[in-house]
């Protein structure tokens, strides 16, 4: 079950003009619960004028080997977004010594270190789950190799610059770094531009061979990460073999259309070994009916994009406004976002614990 802890903020590293690194010390005690896979978030929450905010931002450190002991300390990197309630207040108000709340470990896009080859297609900080991802695969599996296509405004803009190069130096014969800038000139590599679904189909099978890369990670902006995904399947690729992860999504992007709502309803819901029946009120959220009566519900984003409310649907059907954090497999066995499902019958079980 996830769950909140202060943890100490024992480093602020600018990255860009527009974004930082932060670090966090573990305490022994702790280092268990904060284990985590290379690719996972953590959520940030802060109180503004008497409301609670929460923000997930991607690990970006290397994963603790399984067996050993846990992380003893973890870094994330906070991007500006304007008008942002958190992204404001880390780049100018955090600093070494302040203590953050912060949530354990969550999130399924994730690789756990094998030999074969995968590649990523990123765009600004989607860079972030991916250098843990690479990180860790390229220290602990001397077998591995991984492409990394990265998308970027400009040189100046581009976070992790000297960890990406560093671990080029590293590994040369294992790690291919490929970099697109979309406004500005480089001296050398590939031409200025977006990476739109048609660059992509002709660029990526000229960089690797495609159908033996083992898994693809795609993260970033919805559009980028949209046209990869159309790019993959026209090139072959099998939808079990891409994994996604979107940082944002524009307000009224993909809306699932309505289904009609019973009058009356109710949600059963099991957490942390407990359940309970509340009533549905008109136009809420299954989480937000949770969220009345267990405050400890897991929770995000809200917008139906980092996955952290994910239940299982036990009985009842259900109509989610938005989904781009389950993987069809995932729905497909019944996993639900709690923020984005309203019921479409009287009754609806939860189970969050599964």
Known sequence: MARFHPLPVTAVDRLTDDSVALTFAVPPALREEYRHSPGQHLALRRTVDGTEVRRTYSICSPAPAPGGEGPHTLRVAVRFVDGGAFSAYALKEIAVGDELEVMTPAGRFTLEPAPGLYAAIVGGSG???????????????????????????????????????????????????VTVLSREEQQAGLPTGRLDGERLSGLLPALLPVDEVAGWFLCGPFGLVQSAERALRELGVPRTRIHEEIFHVDAGATVTPSAPAPAHSTVTARLDGRGGTWPVRDGESLLETVLRNRPDAP????????????????????????????????????????????????????????
């Not at 400009?154 to 990406?164: D, G, K, R």
């Open 127 to 177: 860079i972030t789950p991916v250098l843990s991802i690479v990180t860790t695969l390229l220290e602990r599996e001397p077998r591995a190799r991984f492409c990394l296509l990265r998308s970027d405004r400009t040189s100046a803009s581009t976070m992790f610059l000297e960890e990406v190069a560093d671990l080029k130096d590293r590994y040369p014969e294992r790690f291919q770094l």
């Open 299 to 354: 929770y995000a984003c809200k917008g139906g994009v980092c996955g952290t409310c994910r239940a299982f649907l036990v009985s009842g059907e259900v109509r989610m406004d938005r989904n781009f954090a389950l993987e069809r497999e995932e729905t497909d066995a019944g996993y639900v976002l709690a923020c984005q499902s309203h019921p479409v019958t009287e009754k609806v079980e939860l189970d969050f614990d599964r």
